[in-house]
């Protein structure tokens, strides 16, 4: 699904994406880390909200709305995903039905709008948005996914993407939201179920995980992404993000083939000192903790015996892969390193030297004081 002219970019390659997921434990750890944010959570109004920030295939949220359920069990939702690419839609849709069989008050809405609407699911005029609305029937599990199944020719025409002449990327033809809940729960989720104009939603929790390229430059990561998730924060409400952030073996493998490479330039301060200049709250606090805090491991799933006594060709190509998608490398240098076969003994060399291969994660943290009592650096 490369949409420009270009080179393939990194994300565009599904296969890539589908190796790393299934050979790596990190959407787990990943939400786990966001997991350990929930206790600081008291939501105030209606429902519990949440803004996911490049939903990407839901893989992160899924993980995330379990642990959800056991911690807030009785308390409606109001889950907001955003993504541009319709493939990823669809599986995120496709693995919605089990979580509204668990969780029935749960209202769940999909956006392809920029970060600064699509928070308020709103900022275009009501000529220029498509807005659906699905009312579940039925109870059970299998009965939600039918239904969610036949609306994927619809995400389909909602979810077209024209190429920007100006960047190349792929950009949407229409602003569009579907909202989703269970029609059985409609009389208790009234006021939590957005509807179109858009209104001044703001969240409990915001996900970032992995929201921007890690090539893009700080300052367009604050301005585009992390500013206008931060500004929709509620009063106590916590944003987490989390970026590759490399000095592991896996970017050792990476070096083997090119060595001056150095894909992880923005740092979690780096962040922050865009974020303290651009926003103009004093209500929203960063929250810079050390290393051993913020920094957490993933792994890339490997047969014991395998890593011990032979390295078997398919750890080599998953740990490859999982590298070069951490890294970001875009197609052309790839073909280059596996058509000179480099990649091979570049991966081998690191792979044998440790007992297993594992990566960085950096995680930070930014919140919204309480209007009556300011949380000074919680
Ligand atoms: C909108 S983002 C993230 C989606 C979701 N929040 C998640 O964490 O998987 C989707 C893009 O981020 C990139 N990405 C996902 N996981 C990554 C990782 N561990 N390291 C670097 N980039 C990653 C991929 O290219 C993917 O297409």
Excluded: C
Excluded at 271 to 288: K, N, P, T, Y
Excluded at 307 to 328: D, P, R
Aim: glycine residues 6%.
């Amino acid at each position: 699904m490369n949409h420009s002219p270009g080179p393939a970019r990194f994300f565009d390659s599904r296969a890539a994406y589908n190796m790393f997921v299934t050979t790596t434990n990190e959407k787990a750890a990943v939400a786990e880390r966001v997991s350990r944010e929930l206790p600081h959570l008291d939501p105030q109004g209606s429902a519990l909200r949440i803004f996911d920030a490049g939903m990407g295939d839901a893989t992160v949220l899924i993980h995330l709305m379990r642990r959800l359920h056991q911690v807030f069990t009785h308390v409606p939702w109001l889950v907001v995903g955003k993504e541009i690419s319709i493939e990823d839609v669809r599986r995120a849709v496709d693995s919605m039905p089990d979580r509204f069989f668990e969780h029935p008050e749960m209202v769940f809405a999909v956006t392809n709008m920029p970060y600064r609407q699509a928070v308020h699911l709103g900022g275009f005029s009501d000529e220029e948005v498509v807005w659906r609305t699905t009312a579940l029937e039925g109870t059970t599990a299998h009965d939600f996914a039918v239904q969610l199944e036949r609306l994927h020719v619809q995400f389909a025409a909602d979810w077209a993407v024209a190429t920007s002449e100006r960047t190349g990327n792929p950009v949407p033809v229409n602003p569009s939201v579907h909202v989703i809940y269970r029609g059985d729960r409609e009389f208790l989720l009234r006021d939590v179920i957005p509807h179109p104009g858009g209104t001044d939603i703001e969240y409990e929790l915001i996900l970032a995980s992995q929201p921007y390229r890690a090539a893009t430059p700080t300052a367009a990561k604050v301005r585009m992404v992390l500013a206008p998730l931060a500004e929709a924060l509620a009063p106590g409400g916590r944003l987490i993000g989390i970026h590759a952030a490399g000095d592991d073996p896996a970017l050792e493998i990476i070096r083997n083939v090119w060595p001056e490479e150095d894909p992880f330039r923005t740092s979690r301060h780096d962040l922050f000192r865009e974020l303290a200049a651009v926003l103009d709250r004093d209500d929203i606090l960063l929250h810079d903790v050390p290393d051993e805090e913020a920094i957490f491991q993933y792994i890339l799933h490997a047969m014991p015996s395998e890593m011990t006594e032979h390295i078997g060709t398919s750890t080599v190509l998953a740990a490859w892969n999982a590298a070069a998608y951490v890294a970001q490398i875009d197609e052309d240098r790839l073909t280059d390193a596996i058509e000179s076969g480099r990649y091979l003994e570049a991966t081998r060399q690191v792979v044998g030297r440790y007992d297993r291969l594992w990566f960085n994660d950096e995680s930070y943290v930014v919140t919204r004081g309480l209007a009556e009592s300011p949380q000074p650096g919680v």
